[in-house]
């Protein structure tokens, strides 16, 4: 199969449904222009600009702090401090942790300590940017440096400096994932494949607009404004009320457009409270845009992941029986949305394949670094990685093949629903067919006959990896109570509504805030099939407005699940507004309700099209003209109908960290040929591949996009992007010029196919997806390991410099520990 | 300590208009375009010349405009994003983008599409291996490259070249 057609098409020409084409984007003639509203955009009269001062040591007791000289600088209007946004806040930010680490108190600004390097102290309010910057640096503060603890596990020892005293520990969370019998398993096995210890690094994907917010605390009505490109603003407003001491309903929140977000724009609550608390204090508004530096510092990275210990038992054919290992999550410095990484990663707690007896003793341990969240692949993406890099090392070690290998162990198309040791139920794919479609896309045979006749010791070498992944989808909340069973949290849901407006215009907004996404578009596809329109006439509300979008607790746009919630909700209320509108023409047009039919705005009789009234008529029946309809028509007709979408979840059993953790899980194969100079270590992509499986896609160009989108992360973080801190805490990379962000020249072309294996379990047969799963970082370590030889160290590390990559490449010359080790109850394999 | 209140008046021209604006000495050009004269579609996303967000062609070369102090634009001729389409008509760039799904949060491409613009001009028919090197300096999260240079190459092949003149009109 070739690559295939992405289904665009340049105008949108009647078709059979909108569902299902690529159509151009609602979103892009304002973007094209220039003309989209993001956060720096916005403003209010009055509003000052604020600044954050920012501890520069990662680890120090606050002594005191001077704020007298910052005052005193012309168009200084406040400066707020850790201790005073305290006294004006009612409790710590809520805590999701159990056990010790519930006692953690986190405030809107740093009080008594600072716990990482960029940890916010103060934040000044100024007339202009640039005073704010000036006062800032004028206010003096002493601290009393403590030792730092910046490595995940080595926080966990009990000679690790504590971060947070009340906690007297830096485990955040520990718990034991144990499925089937793993002793029995590793005692049983032909062979057991011992792997010291793999490490998955610190990134984010750095949306280009960073965060920010315009808020405003009306002391006379008690409303807090908030403008903010936060892609979950019901979710930041459920943290920030009971510290504000803030009823939901006073919050007013609202997001435009919004300049990617990618997870990492979950975590900055604390922030936004900072703020609400100046503007009170300044009693006007205040404009906050976190500058780059300040983002790379302070705003999110993503999880970094150490594995110990790792055991994998096999059988002689192949057969991979399952693993065991020691996890250690390092989450930073405070809790943000952690520890639910811990168990967000056991929605795929197998991976791709058909293992049965898995132990993971996971920690979440905090350090003195930047707090994570979420960030593309959330939880999930590292402990994928880990299962490639086992699945490859077993191939390279007991010498089979790494594609037959994978092919044996997958979960087999005949398989599905196929439920995973932990009770998660695979809805449905083909992964054997697109790991063949992505070897074909890539051009398997070609490069693998190359690598071949280039061979080893000529300056270069080739070689071809693949990474098999999972994009989980629609998460069941009630995971959460395996990290804390005291938690109220279970299922998911998104709201919309879709109206018809006053001179019958079709109006529909959603509970999401996308950030790219496109859902203007496929919001208007779905809604159009069902009201028989054009997408161009289905008006979607561009972001969100609290005080006129429809929401639940879970709205927002994260963890890809748009395709079914959000288009699940938009699917509901559309069919309601459908019903309503049929049911008024019929009554206008004298007839019954199935004698009509909707055709590009009309309601129309389905035996004589001469008989019709077009929605503008509809609605003046109902808004500006109901003394002429029933009673009983005004009553069960507004022409404003609410949706909200549930899946069908039931609370987990957290004694056995069992059950259905997600609704969907979309696939994806990725396929890598890299070309390694033996000279320098230097890495370069030569082809690559990725074949998607997320069910009925409901714009192809959308999914397409989405995949490059994921890749590109994927391959930047792998060979690009990392953040590393010194042995004091200190950034290594606090700027553009030294994290080095994947450009048009690093990033090849993306070849990419797909196939549709529709999901039986959601309303449309679409998965989730968008976050691609790291698949892209499996495949590229994965075809470095193809390069190095049987001698050398196995890839180790999800990110490859330059210098890490010629490490491997001389380490069986040096006789390096290789990371390694078989034990085999047979001989040969 | 930087003195405040240093000030200097500067006359820039920007998609054609003249602005005659007092700015302090200090102010980056990014800002006074974005803040002081209200056009917001040339984005802010590193402060350090390395996103190209806030990409501009500044007397015909495209520069980043976070790297330059607004009283160096003084007798400046500009163009921004807000620039390329003419009487609601889309530029074959803008065009190009939307049909080949060249975006998606849409935060760098005005940026880009300036870059890209400023490509085409000097070089009309890019390779696939010219166009990335033509768009280098500006980064993009959300789409891997792969339909942004589509899009330019769509247009590049295409022969339905309007790029503008980059002379300042009368108003």
Known sequence: MSAASNGRTATRERVTTWTGQGIPRKEDDRLVQGEGSFIDDMGMQGQGYAWFVRSPHAHARIVSIDVSPALALDGVYAVLTGEEAKSMCQEPFFRIAPGAASHIEEWPLAVGKVRYQGDAVAVVLADTRENARDAAELIEIEYDPLPAVVDGVEAAESSAPILHEEAGTNVAWNGVFNYGDIDWALENADHVVKIDRLHFHRFSSTPIEAAGAVVDWDVGSGVVTIHTNHQMPMFAAMFMGPTLGVPINKFSFSSRDIGGAFGTKIGFYPQLAALALLSKKAGRPVKWTEYRTENLLS????????????????????????????????????????????????????????????????????????????????????????????????????????IELRKLNFVQPEDYPYETPNGCVYDSGDLPRSLDMALELVEADYWRARQKELGKGKGKRIGIGVGSTLDSGTNNFGQARIINPELPFSGNGEAAIAKLDLYGEVNVNLGTSPQGQGHETTAAQVAADILNVSPDKVTVSIGFEQANNSYIGFSGTYASQFAVTGLGAVMGAAQKLRDEILEVGAYALGLSKDEVELSDGVCVSKNDPSKSIPFIGIANLVYTNNAVLTPELREKVSLTCRYVYTPPFQVPDTDRKWGNLTLTYASQIHACVVEVDEETGEVKILAYAAVDDCGRRINPAIVEGQVHGAAGLGIAAALYESFDYDEDGQLMQPSFYEYHVGT?????????????????????????????????LHAVCNAIQDTLDKDDAIVYDSHNSWERVYDLLKSGERQAPRGVSVLSRVSGS | MITQSATQAIEVTINGKTYRRVVE????????????????????????????????????KLVKSCMLLAPQADGAVIETVEGLAHDGELSALQESFRDHHGLQCGYCTPGMLMAATYLLRNNPSPSEEEIRRGIKGNICRCTGYVNI????????????????????KEV
Not at chain 1, 349 to 358: D, R
Request: net charge negative.
């Open chain 1, 744 to 776: 048009a020249l690093d990033i090849p072309h993306i070849r990419t196919s797909y196939i549709e294996s529709p999901s039986p379990f959601t309303p449309n047969g679409a998965k989730g997806m968008g976050e691609g799963g790291g698949g892209a």
């Open chain 2, 149 to 168: 240079v589509r899009s330019i190459k769509a247009v590049a092949d295409g022969a339905q070249l309007d790029m503008g003149d980059g002379v300042a």
């Open chain 2, 25 to 60: 000495s200090r102010q980056l050009l990014v800002h006074f375009i974005r803040d002081t004269l209200g056009l917001t579609g040339t984005h802010i996303g590193c402060d350090t010349g390395s996103c190209g967000a806030c990409s501009i062609i500044m007397n015909g």
């Open chain 1, 299 to 402: 705003s999110t990275h993503g999880n970094e992941r150490t594995f110990l210990d790792i055991e994998v038992p096999v059988m002689a054919d192949g057969t991979i029986l399952g693993f065991k290992t020691r996890a250690y999550d390092d989450v930073g410095a405070y809790l943000h949305y952690e520890p639910l990484g811990g168990v967000i990663w056991s929605q795929v707690l197998p991976g791709c394949y058909k293992l049965k007896h898995i132990k993971v003793d996971y920690s979440a341990t905090l350090t003195n670094k930047c707090p994570v969240s979420p960030n593309r692949g959330y939880s999930r993406m590292q402990h994928l990685w880990l299962i490639e890099r086992i699945v490859d090392t077993v191939a390279r070690e007991l010498g089979f093949d790494p």
